[in-house]
């Protein structure tokens, strides 16, 4: 009898550990997650300055095409960051991103790319630079002719005729919205089915991390700048004294 209840007591010890590192573990998730958002909002305020508010929004509604706040944030900056690099400005780039991502979204959707959306999202921004070649698995067929006259409809040719590198980018990308025109809304067309259920179903429960890790985050921040300054005391002492 006593050597059971000494093994009882042993399994429930295990037990209470295994549910302290779940607990531990998933607390660290959570931070972690929030940490990121929190870092993807700081950079939507420097790639897009006052049109960041309107990113920040699409991304907390990014749930709906299978994006967590945090994924639908670093998408948008890094489309925000090349526009900007090429020449667009600030505000044409807030637009212009969610556009891209959500038409992303329906093509990994539509077309059922096995990376989904992230996959789409480079192959956009390669096809976007120049590189034709990723997009042609998507159904999308642009080149060097049919840039320059959709620059020439939109009327960014300069009256030389030459193409800024902004003009080529944003005639791309016109072209590249009008040949995946095909599958716009697909993602929210087919949301019951399994692949966009499960997407979705990611993105909510990666939001719900973030919710969890923003309340652990001060905490956890408040210890590791407590050690730090424990660090900084260790490090100031004096050396050993020397014998005289």
Request: net charge neutral; charged share 20%; hydrophobic share 45%.
């Given at each position: ?5 000494a ?28 940490s ?39 998408a ?22 969610p ?10 959707s539509?077309?059922?790319?096995a ?6 999202i ?48 944003q ?10 025109s ?5 993602f ?18 990666r ?20 050690l730090?300054?424990?660090?900084d ?12």
């Open positions: 009898g006593a050597g059971g209840g093994l009882g007591g042993l399994a429930s010890a295990f037990a209470a550990e295994r549910v302290f590192r779940t607990l531990t573990t998933a607390i660290g998730s959570s931070v972690s997650a929030a990121d958002l929190n870092e993807q909002i700081s950079a939507s305020e420097v790639v897009f300055g006052r049109s960041a508010g309107a990113i920040q929004r699409f991304a907390d509604s990014a749930a709906d095409i299978g994006l967590a706040k945090d994924q639908a944030l670093a948008a900056n890094n489309f925000g960051s090349l526009f900007t690099a090429l020449g667009i400005t600030r505000q044409r780039a807030a637009q212009l991103g556009t891209l991502i959500q038409r992303a979204a329906d093509l990994a539509f077309r059922n790319v990376g989904g959306t992230d996959e789409v480079q192959r956009l921004s390669s096809g976007i630079v120049g590189e034709v070649e990723p997009l042609r698995r998507l159904g999308i067929a642009i080149n060097e002719t049919t840039v320059k006259e959709k620059a020439r409809q939109l009327g960014l040719v300069s009256s030389t005729g030459t193409l800024s590198e902004s003009a080529k980018v005639a791309r990308i016109a072209l590249i919205l009008e040949q995946s095909i599958a716009a809304g697909d929210a067309r087919t949301q019951d089915g399994l692949a966009n259920s499960q997407r979705r179903l990611a993105a909510e429960f939001n719900v991390q973030i919710e969890v890790g923003q309340r652990f985050l001060p905490v956890v921040l408040s210890g590791v700048q407590g730090g300054d424990m660090l005391v260790f490090t100031a002492l004096p050396g050993p004294v020397q014998s005289v």
